[in-house]
């Protein structure tokens, strides 16, 4: 899993989330745009709870309306949940952004992979409730759900031949999906690959968070030393993939390379991660290793940075004993843009990587206003703003069940 | 040179298998979907201790895959969300319904440190995870890894499938009262898996996995219609999930031609959800 002989093309982009509905929307939110944070929308679902999400504005069939004339795929995305549409759109936008039209892709060996947590369960409240009262509720949720494998519905729906995988590995998921694919790629799986991951709000999940105790009442704070806890968003992150000779072949010019991916398990805790981040260190390690490079060549790190105390103090403890107290590559967490996504989040930062290694510079983490000094690595606070040494930066994930993942990509000269 | 994939051992746990006295501490918070991942994977591990590990292996992973994962814990999730109210619902068993919680017991138990992978695929959810350790395994230095198919049919699905099943005419119609409830349909299979240099002799190899899935109707995924395996060398259980057929299959198969000592297995899967062949070479 951590090796990765060959650099592979990210030769389109596509990403929504509470930053924006499209890529050029996510630049502006990276550049210091507004981004709301606010109470759950009742079109959504309705909750007492008082934790602020980051939600999607806007009709998500219109954004894809905007980006396919298709009138089947029209069709089939009223039939999709909300995440299943997050996908769709998002993955329109990416084939859109690499100069291809849907319709060229039919029946070709495309693959898809995508990450999820939400989009995965069955959550229909309405027939749970009316089942376990001993009714007998119209079987059309079930069937949506059994039919709404994320990568499944987008591999029916845009008519591909190659192979379909929802990674399920929580809050790693958007990570390991990308990683998977571009593997896929690698060993000729596929010739294109629409890898990243996709999440909607959801009741269950924000009641699940906060029995955790792991919601902040206000606008999280990832990496302040004032930092409460995570708020939960929704949204997707799409790259498509292919094989460096393959761009070359068609004449399409990368966004970026997918450069190195590692996974490690800390083998620690349910839904804690080691204090140590033991699993995140190795990870970074895998991803090196498997890309030759070495960490001098690393020049911006995305962090996972949710914004609990826990997460916030392992991953910089980590990252403090792969880079050193002392390391220089700026730190910073895009939670404070998107909220915490999910199956989404790593796809999604993945893309935020490569736009900040695109624009050569990055700057702090929102709401970050005083690094907590208890870290052993400090991350660039909200005011401040750093010129990116090299092309070349670390995406990082860490989830429930101990999984913990990095991603190498680089911005395309 | 790529290295080559030994099957150590198989092991398959359905509902109902007991847990050993030494594990139950370290499982007594798990759901049932967990525990007999858990089973299969230590015991296709061959880890009888009472304790976990001390040294931890970086050098194993874990490669999970289902087609719902524990929805019977999701579930009782709703069940305390309804009963109890917005913001008293359990977070036990919100932790136990993310998918990848029994590859976090794994894990944990076995103190694995490897990369840890869960896929969730409505079709051959094992056979895709099988196809991805080898993978990790022919190219990477991972040592081992700990494959695992683990399913849950709730009677919520059962009883769906019932209503869908309407050759005879007796079923109920949508909105009518359920008759009786139905048990939980739980297993688990778990193969361990090893990366070996070429040329060594001993052991079974994993030589070829071969998996081209489509979607299907939702009504396939339900009830498995149209699922054929070759060679299929024993009926499933009544208490099995049907989506765990094709990893029951294919360990059955293996466990037969083992015990024939025929040379090799070219097993074979077709349904609606796509065609699938696995050859494996043994001793």
């Not at chain 2, 979907?33 to 230590?42: C, E, I, N, P, T």
Request: net charge negative; charged share 20%; aromatic share 6%.
């Amino acid at each position: 899993m951590g090796d990765s002989a060959a650099a592979v093309a990210v030769s389109g982009l596509g990403c929504l989330s509470a930053a924006g509905l499209n890529l050029d929307e996510h630049r502006n939110a990276l550049a210091g745009g507004e981004v709301n944070c606010g109470p759950v929308p009742a079109e959504i679902y309705a909750t007492s709870l008082p934790f602020p999400v980051f939600s999607v504005a806007g009709d998500i069939r219109a954004v894809v309306g905007g980006l396919s004339t298709d009138e089947a795929t029209m069709t089939a995305v009223a039939g999709l949940s909300r995440t299943g549409r997050l996908a769709l759109a998002a993955a329109l936008e990416a084939i859109a952004r690499a100069g291809l039209d849907p319709a060229s892709l039919r029946g070709r060996k495309v693959g898809v992979c995508l990450g999820t947590t939400v989009g995965c369960a069955f959550n229909d409240e309405d027939y749970y409730r009316a089942w376990r009262q001993g009714r007998r509720p119209p079987l059309a949720p079930l069937q949506r759900y059994l039919q709404g494998n994320i990568s499944t519905a987008l591999q029916a729906i845009l008519q591909l031949a190659g192979p379909a995988l929802v990674i399920t590995n929580a809050c790693a998921s958007g990570t390991d999906a990308i990683g998977v694919a571009a593997d896929w790629l690698r060993r000729g799986r596929c010739e294109l690959a629409i890898a990243g991951g996709a999440d909607a709000l959801s009741r269950i999940a924000g009641n699940g968070f906060t029995s955790l105790l792991l919601t902040d009442a206000d606008p999280c704070r990832p990496f302040d030393e004032s930092r409460q806890g995570l708020n939960l968003g929704e949204g997707a992150g799409v790259l498509l993939l292919e094989r460096r000779e393959s761009a070359t072949r068609e004449g399409r010019r990368p966004q970026g390379w997918i450069r190195g991916f590692g996974t490690a398990g800390d083998a620690w805790h349910p839904t804690a991660p080691h204090p140590e981040g033991i699993g995140m260190q190795r990870a970074i390690a895998a991803a090196l290793q498997g890309s030759s490079l070495q960490r001098r060549d690393i020049s911006l790190i995305n962090g996972h940075g949710t914004g609990t105390p826990a997460n916030d103090l392992a991953e910089t403890t980590a990252v403090a004993a792969v880079f050193g107290e002392n390391g220089q590559v700026p730190l910073v967490s895009t939670k404070a843009l998107t909220g915490h996504t999910l199956g989404a989040a790593g796809a999604i930062e993945a893309i935020f990587t490569l736009l900040a290694l695109q624009a050569g510079k990055t700057v702090g983490s929102r709401r970050c206003r005083r690094p907590d000094p208890a870290f052993h690595y400090c991350p660039l606070a909200e005011d401040e703003e750093r010129v990116l040494a090299g092309p070349i930066g670390l995406s990082q994930s860490l989830a429930f069940g101990g999984g913990n993942s990095g991603l190498i990509l680089e911005a395309a000269s | 040179m790529k290295r080559e994939v030994r099957i150590r051992a198989v092991r398959v746990e359905t509902s109902g298998a007991d847990i050993p006295a030494h594990w139950q501490r370290a499982l007594r918070r798990a759901d049932d979907f967990s525990r007999l991942a858990v089973l299969a994977g230590v015991g296709a591990m061959g880890a009888d201790a009472e304790t976990s590990p001390k040294e931890g292996r970086p050098d194993i992973g874990v490669f999970l895959g289902t087609t719902t994962g524990p929805l019977e814990t999701n579930f009782r999730f709703l069940d305390t969300l309804f009963d109890n109210g917005e913001g008293q619902a359990s977070p036990t068993l919100f932790s136990h319904s993310v998918h990848n919680a029994a590859v976090g017991y794994l894990a944990r138990l076995l103190n694995l440190q490897g990369p840890a992978l869960t896929l969730t695929s409505p079709g051959w959810p094992f056979l895709a995870a099988l196809a991805e350790a080898q993978a990790a395994l022919e190219n990477t230095e991972l040592a081992a890894a700990l494959v695992v198919a683990a399913e849950e049919e709730s009677p919520l699905l059962i009883e769906a499938g019932e209503r869908l099943t309407v050759a005879t005419g007796e079923w109920q119609a949508d909105g009518e009262e359920q008759q009786e409830s139905t048990a939980c349909r739980r297993g688990a299979v778990a193969w361990l898996l090893e990366a070996v240099e070429p040329g060594v002799a001993d052991g079974m190899r994993l030589r070829e996995i071969m998996l081209a899935e489509q979607p299907s109707n939702p009504d396939f995924y339900l009830l498995r219609s149209g699922e054929r395996f070759r060679p299929d060398a024993a009926a499933r259980p009544a208490e099995v999930p049907r989506s765990l057929a094709a990893a029951l299959a294919l360990s059955r198969a293996l466990e037969e031609c083992s015990r024939r000592g025929e040379p090799s297995l070219h097993w074979q899967a077709s349904a609606p959800c796509g065609r699938a062949e696995v050859l494996i070479e043994l001793p």
